[in-house]
Structures are given as structure tokens and as C-alpha cells.
């Protein structure tokens, strides 16, 4: 045994910490092997992809991984899959890579709150579904919708179900100068819904969202595009509100492409929004506000009496009728 005036730094025991005394690599590998793949559903920290490599393989689930963080993954994100992509039950594959979205439909709890919340993510068009009838149609929460489709590069397509209790002409009509396109369905005594072929059109090649109020039928128009959905409907309470039978957003593949189920809403906060950007997503009007002082809320007078749109109208390069229809909407954004 080595004496004390012998002793130097390296004969001291030195315990490791409880993570160890190695540091931890920051270098992460770079998945050059990853597969693509689309999610199309989120449950509880497990997002179900459908691989883009063969339509025919079954949805592979997956895991975030861990140096993705808290990054947000939802329904309709273009991801990177590495691990078991078989598709097998009790098997886990992780999501290394998210990519860049093209749109993103965006919606607050209320106007007031500053939290996002993403609904889906790189859709082609939003299907704002609305009833003619049981529940009447609410024109502000369409409105908000249109706005949401548009601040997020959606198209919107307006689509009125149960035509068959009501004419659904004069609630159509208030969207006709915002150029909307417009599909109308109803109740047929046997067989599919009327206007369903228009509707059929309408997603066909495309991944597209539906939004709307419980009780619209939203979930009858799935089920009945894509039967193998099996969504549950539910009726009508005496009240006039719907009860929810849709609780989280769902992606099913339709005529190359796919329809997107979203969860009844009663509110479409637009926290995140502003009137530029409703402007901005009409390519007829978005040159003109650059000459609108600033702040300006593009409502017209006496709120903004030097709003640059109403010197389209008077110099006749602009509608009155679809100026109006526009400033409807900016209420709508306004008023939450």
C-alpha cells in the first residue's frame, strides 16, 4: 500500500453521477432510410400513418421521437417514419421528421385566447358543412369559418345538408359574391343523399376538411363517401344542438385523395387573425390595401373612412355587392 507523500490525483476513487460520467452525444442520426407518410390520426402521444410507399399496406402507428421534442404533429402533417413500419398489432414506429406544411386551419377557443390550436394541416379545401334546417344555420360561425380557410390558404367550399326541410336558396345567396363554390345535399326516400355526386366532386383528389356545428351531418356525409368509415351519427337534441358523436379528427382515403372528419365545434376562435390577412387571401383585392392608412380595418365608414376599397367600387373595378360581402366577413372576425 502506497504511502501518503506518495499519493496524487489519480489514486482518488471518483464516483460517477447518476447519469453517468460519459456526456451525451447532441449528434442525432440522419434517417436517410426513413420512410414518408401521412398522419391520419392522433390519440394520446400514438399518431396512426398511412405510408405513402403502397396504399395498400396497413397504417403503421407511431411514436414521436425524442429529439423532436414537443414539436406539434397533427392530422394531415407529411412525416418521416423510421422503425417497424409492418403495420402489425402491439408494433411502434417513431416520427423523426415533420415537414413543412402548405396550409394549416388554425383555430383559437375564443378570441381572447392566445393558445393555437391546429385542426389539420396541409389541406386543399375546407368544407364548412352547415344545416338549412335542425339546427338553423348560424351565418357568423360560417363566416369565421370562410376566414379561418382563408388566413390558412384553404379554399373554402360551402356545403348546406337537408335541403329537403327548407329552400336553401336565401342562406346561399349571402356567399354568392364572395365567389364560394356551393354544394347542396338532403335526405333522398331511398338511397344516398341528394347532391352527395356534387360533393364527390368536390374531394376527389384532393385531402380536404370538414367543419361544422354538431348535428349538421358531417359525419352521415363521411359515411356515406367513404362507407368503410363507419362513423358514428348521432340525432338531434330537442334544443337544437347536436351532440358530439365525432371526438377527434380522422383522415380516411377517398378517390385519391382524402376527407378529414373534425370534431363537432360550437366556437371557431380567431385570436391568431387579422383583416389583412382575410384581404390578402383575394387576389383581386390584396394589391389594393397596400394604399390603406395604417391600421386600417378595411370595414369602411365611419370606423375606416379611408379604407382603399371603397375607392375600387367607385372607380367601378369592384363590385358593391362583393365589397359587402367581404365587410361581412371582417365583422364576423371583429365581433368573435
Request: hydrophobic share 40%; glycine share 10%; charged share 25%.
Amino acid at each position: 500500500m502506497p504511502s501518503h507523500d506518495r499519493l496524487d490525483e489519480s489514486d482518488v476513487r471518483v464516483r460517477p453521477g447518476r447519469r453517468g460520467s460519459r456526456p451525451r452525444s447532441k449528434r442525432r442520426p440522419a434517417h436517410a432510410d426513413a420512410s414518408r407518410a401521412m398522419v391520419t390520426a392522433v390519440d394520446r402521444g400514438r399518431w396512426t400513418c398511412a405510408p405513402d410507399s403502397d396504399p395498400e399496406r396497413p397504417p403503421v402507428v407511431a411514436m414521436r421521437a425524442r429529439e423532436l421534442g414537443r414539436t406539434p404533429v397533427v392530422v394531415g402533417d407529411r412525416v418521416d417514419l423510421v422503425g417497424d413500419l409492418s403495420g402489425e398489432p402491439d408494433t411502434l414506429a417513431r416520427i423523426v421528421r415533420v415537414a413543412d406544411r402548405d396550409t394549416v386551419l388554425r383555430r383559437t377557443a375564443d378570441d381572447n385566447d392566445p393558445y393555437e390550436r391546429v385542426v389539420v394541416a396541409n389541406a386543399q379545401r375546407l368544407i364548412v358543412v352547415t344545416a338549412v334546417a335542425d339546427p338553423p344555420p348560424r351565418t357568423g360561425f360560417v363566416d369565421r369559418c370562410l376566414v379561418a380557410a382563408y388566413a390558412g390558404g384553404l379554399e373554402p367550399v360551402l356545403c348546406l345538408t337537408k335541403s329537403d326541410l327548407t329552400d336553401p336558396e336565401p342562406f346561399a345567396a349571402q356567399y354568392r359574391e364572395l365567389g364560394v363554390p356551393l354544394v347542396v345535399t338532403g335526405r333522398s326516400a331511398d338511397g344516398p343523399p341528394a347532391g352527395l355526386e356534387d360533393l364527390r366532386s368536390a374531394l376527389t383528389g384532393r385531402l380536404c376538411a370538414l367543419v361544422g356545428h354538431s348535428g349538421v351531418g358531417k359525419s352521415t356525409l363521411v359515411n356515406a363517401i367513404v362507407p368503410a368509415a363507419d362513423q358514428a351519427t348521432g340525432r338531434v337534441s330537442g334544443v337544437g344542438k347536436g351532440r358530439h358523436t365525432t371526438t377527434a379528427a380522422l383522415a380516411f382515403p377517398h378517390a385519391d385523395g382524402w376527407v378529414v372528419d373534425t370534431p363537432g365545434i360550437r366556437s371557431f376562435g380567431l385570436a391568431h387573425v387579422g383583416p389583412d390577412d382575410v384581404v390578402a387571401a383575394f387576389g383581386d383585392l390584396a394589391a389594393a390595401i397596400d394604399d390603406c392608412p395604417r391600421g386600417c380595418g378595411h370595414l369602411g365608414p365611419p370606423a375606416d373612412p379611408e379604407c382603399a376599397l371603397d375607392d375600387l367600387v367607385a372607380a367601378g373595378s369592384l363590385g358593391g355587392g362583393r365589397l359587402e360581402a367581404l365587410r361581412r366577413i371582417l365583422v364576423a372576425l371583429n365581433q368573435g
